[in-house]
């Protein structure tokens, strides 16, 4: 994906400011200026900020939205090979699919340890039973693979 325009200017602006802030610290060392050491300070805060836009700019990936879904909270996950995301009371049912699709796609695979290299996902609603007693009812399941990236749905 290309990258942010916006970061990456401000990542090159940065940079040139560092720079200009490196030529200024040589020419306060060498002339003994009393801001010298403060100027290494600034000098380096300035490069670092620069070099982490940069690469906040190459890496960032914008989230999937799925037309039809609902953006659902995740209140599972167990770092390997399943999650779970909760469906508001008022989800309608030809959105479930899409909301969990958009679930799966939106997992980042990094640091996942699943043996298969799946990863399921699980829309699921609390559903009252009785008054004082519930049951969690799964409403739509999905299955990423974390190797190409794709998207089953489950019947």
């Given at each position: 994906?290309?990258?942010?325009?916006?970061?990456?200017?401000?990542?090159?602006?940065?940079?040139?400011?560092?720079?200009?802030?490196?030529?200024?610290?040589?020419?306060?060392?060498?002339?003994?200026?009393?801001?010298?050491?403060?100027?290494?300070?600034?000098?380096?805060?300035?490069?670092?900020?620069?070099?982490?836009?940069?690469?906040?700019?190459?890496?960032?990936?914008?989230?999937?939205?799925?037309?039809?879904?609902?953006?659902?909270?995740?209140?599972?996950?167990?770092?390997?090979?399943?999650?779970?995301?909760?469906?508001?009371?008022?989800?309608?049912?030809?959105?479930?699919?899409?909301?969990?699709?958009?679930?799966?796609?939106?997992?980042?695979?990094?640091?996942?340890?699943?043996?298969?290299?799946?990863?399921?996902?699980?829309?699921?609603?609390?559903?009252?039973?009785?008054?004082?007693?519930?049951?969690?009812?799964?409403?739509?399941?999905?299955?990423?693979?974390?190797t190409d990236g794709t998207v089953e749905l489950l019947p």
């Amino acid at each position: 994906m290309a990258a942010d325009p916006i970061l990456f200017t401000a990542g090159q602006w940065l940079g040139a400011a560092s720079g200009v802030l490196a030529l200024a610290t040589v020419v306060g060392y060498l002339s003994r200026w009393g801001i010298r050491f403060r100027l290494v300070g600034v000098t380096s805060f300035t490069a670092l900020l620069a070099v982490s836009c940069l690469a906040f700019a190459i890496s960032y990936t914008p989230r999937v939205q799925l037309e039809g879904a609902v953006s659902v909270p995740v209140v599972f996950d167990n770092g390997s090979d399943l999650v779970i995301a909760a469906a508001p009371a008022d989800l309608p049912p030809e959105a479930e699919a899409l909301t969990v699709q958009q679930v799966a796609q939106n997992l980042r695979g990094s640091g996942r340890s699943s043996a298969d290299g799946l990863v399921h996902v699980r829309l699921r609603r609390i559903e009252t039973v009785a008054p004082g007693l519930s049951k969690p009812a799964v409403l739509a399941e999905a299955t990423r693979n974390l190797t190409d990236g794709t998207v089953e749905l489950l019947p």
